[in-house]
């Protein structure tokens, strides 16, 4: 079963507007990563936040972390046009040695 | 560019034949990953390798076979192909596993489709 769950699968807004993504997991984990893939194309690392981080920025990027209740969420400030993408979220355990990943929110900026 | 390369780009192939892909991880990476991605099942890991040794196996067919080579270059065979086996395969790599920073990064991918 996967690890990382996001909520919800898909989202559309107007540009200008904020867009979150929340992502559950199940297991303790290490770290946890998000991405964007946009349609077909690869997976692009946006950011990453330690098991002993709360919050972190990049830009116009806003991840938080909850090791309590096993969540994290992204924000998209301002959203744009380009910002339109399935944003994944990722986490890694030592152990297991790879990186499990939701099946992604599917984001739509309207312009 | 995340500095994965991946080759090809398109693969079009019948059911029953076997092709392989390939992929070059970013310079100093000793870990290689690979995922396949369908629209059903989402992003699935395969299978990683570790300076050329196998060091986790995820969902991956036996019709499906990797390695890794000394260069660190790696190859996924997939053999006796089916329709179901049509989707996006990715390459990740990253540097040691078992860092609290280790991310990976993904090449572009191959899209094989079955015929």
């Known amino acids: 079963s996967q690890q990382g769950e996001e909520d919800p699968q898909a989202l559309s807004i107007q540009e200008g507007e904020n867009a979150t993504m929340n992502c559950s997991y199940k297991?303790?984990?290490?770290?946890l990563q998000w991405y964007r893939q946009n349609s077909g194309r690869g997976l692009v690392h946006l950011i990453l936040?330690?098991?002993?981080?709360r919050e972190k920025h990049s830009g116009r990027l806003r991840v938080t972390l909850d090791t309590s209740k096993k969540s994290s969420s992204l924000l998209i400030t301002a959203s744009r046009a380009a910002d339109t993408a399935s944003y994944f979220c990722a986490t890694y355990k030592d152990y297991g040695q790879n990186f499990v990943f939701g099946p992604g929110t599917r984001l739509s900026v309207l312009p | 560019d995340s500095g994965v390369t991946q080759t090809p780009k398109h693969l079009i192939t019948a059911t029953g034949q076997r092709v392989t892909l390939r992929c070059s991880p970013r310079?100093?990476?000793?870990?290689v990953y690979w995922y396949q991605q369908s629209l059903d099942q989402g992003l699935q890991f395969l299978i990683q390798y570790y300076n050329g040794e196998e060091r986790a196996k995820g969902n991956i067919l036996e019709r499906f076979s990797a390695q890794q080579f000394p260069d660190l270059h790696s190859e996924l065979n997939l053999s006796s192909l089916e329709l179901g086996d049509s989707a996006l395969y990715f390459c990740?790599?990253?540097?040691?596993?078992?860092?609290?920073?280790?991310?990976?990064?993904f090449g572009q991918g191959t899209r094989l489709t079955v015929v």
């Open positions: 936040i330690r098991s002993n981080e």
């Open positions: 990740a790599s990253s540097a040691l596993p078992g860092r609290s920073n280790t991310e990976a990064f």
């Open positions: 297991t303790s984990i290490n770290n």
């Open positions: 310079s100093g990476d000793l870990s």
